[in-house]
């Protein structure tokens, strides 16, 4: 049975994979060495230099293309290693077109790193497509998308900016970090890159930091790998190998993630000291129907604002929170909390964040897979 026809949970376990060519280990290998003997200059078996390519990063790599349903995988350190050099692609005078709502560190190496070398980014909210169009012009090389955004929730119709995308000539990556490849395949639904952090839900575990980029077209990937191997930003054996036992039960932890986070988001909605709830699955969530349709299930991020609450109250909860753990980073089988405004989105500005929906009293919450109902007690104690 061919790679491209076999199931998604099948893919976690073997897609991309095959026994170890030495000894036949079902489990890649971790190769931990930085160079590989040569018969005669040039001559080797496929490996010459860990920085340009390492059999368990190949290994991941392949993994990564097969659960994405794409042709090309790339690793990196981690996922703004992975972002820079998306961005890499481009030169002085180009623009990208980015959602408002996004994960601080991205608004951060776009703003601070690259805008100073000419690139030009314009951050609109894109549940309407309009606003994108209206930004389009012929400097517009790359849309950059999230979805679900960090941490407001907010759900983009992949394939409808793809549509524009295809038009005008202009490449769209968006990042599937909140979904993974469980809930969306994006590359399906017309984008040319899909980044991970796959430190999160890849990984699985919290003990890892990974990037990664998949693509379908030969010459971009081909433009990745050149980038990839020249900058050097790639990861190591130890945690390629990580990921790669964390991607064999992505499908089932996201099973759980996506139970447990429908419990948590229901009793938050519930819970009259509870002002609003961001969540993709409930009926009068924005865009639910667009979710509902490029998305498998509906996740396990949830934020939340609680009621007549300031940016001391907010600490204060999550100070409270015993189960939870108030920690940067999402997507491992524990629970955690966090505070965008001091945490994740420290570095964007007060007034930019507020404009997105970011106020000082949001709590963002990646439900793990413990068991429902102690996460619900955590949660009514540490409210109040």
């Known amino acids: 049975m061919g ?57 991941l790599e392949n993994s990564l293309a097969s659960i994405e349903n794409g042709e090309f995988g790339l690793a990196f350190g981690s996922g703004l290693a992975a972002i820079d050099a998306v961005i890499k692609l481009l030169e002085p005078g180009d623009e990208v077109i980015s959602t408002n709502d996004l994960y601080g560190g991205t608004y951060r190496i776009f703003k ?6 000419g690139i030009v980014f314009h951050f609109v909210g894109m549940k309407s497509i309009d606003a994108i169009r209206d930004k389009i012009n012929s400097n517009t090389k790359l849309i950059w998308v999230e979805t679900p955004t960090n941490p407001m929730m907010n759900i983009i119709d992949i394939k409808a900016v793809a549509e524009l995308t295809n038009t005008n000539k202009i490449l769209l990556a968006v990042d599937n970090t909140f979904a993974t490849p469980y809930l969306q395949t994006p590359l399906n639904l017309g984008a040319d890159i899909v980044m991970h952090s796959a430190t999160k839900y890849l990984g699985g575990h919290s003990d890892t930091v990974v990037g990664a980029l ?36 992505l499908h089932v932890r996201m099973q759980r993630h996506c139970e447990n986070g429908k419990a948590v988001a229901e009793y938050l909605k519930g819970n009259p000291k509870v002002e609003t709830v961001y969540w993709p699955g409930f009926n009068d969530h924005p865009n639910y129907d667009i979710a509902k349709e490029q998305m498998k299930d509906f996740g396990g991020m949830i934020s939340f604002v609680p009621k007549g609450s300031n940016y001391e109250d907010a600490i204060k909860i999550v100070e409270r929170l015993q189960i939870f753990t108030l920690a940067e980073s999402l997507g491992g089988v524990e629970s955690l909390a966090g505070h965008p405004a001091s945490m994740t989105h420290a570095s964007i500005p007060k007034n930019e964040r507020e404009k997105s929906g970011v106020v000082d009293a949001l709590i963002r919450l990646s439900v793990g897979i413990e068991d429902a109902e102690d996460l619900i007690a955590d949660l009514e104690q540490a409210i109040g």
């Open 3 to 59: 790679a491209k026809t076999i199931k998604f949970n099948t893919k976690t376990i073997h897609g991309g994979q095959q026994p170890d060519k030495a000894y036949g280990a079902v489990v890649p290998p971790i190769y931990q060495t930085s160079t590989y003997a040569q018969t005669t200059p040039g001559g080797h078996k496929g490996y010459e230099y860990s920085r340009s390519a390492n059999p368990t990063r190949t290994a």
């Open 112 to 117: 601070k790193i690259f805008e100073k070398f």
């Open 214 to 249: 998949v693509v379908k077209n030969k010459e971009l990937a081909d433009r990745l790998y050149f980038i990839q191997n020249a900058s050097g930003a790639v990861c190591g054996p130890m945690d390629s190998f990580l990921v790669l036992r964390g991607i064999k039960t």
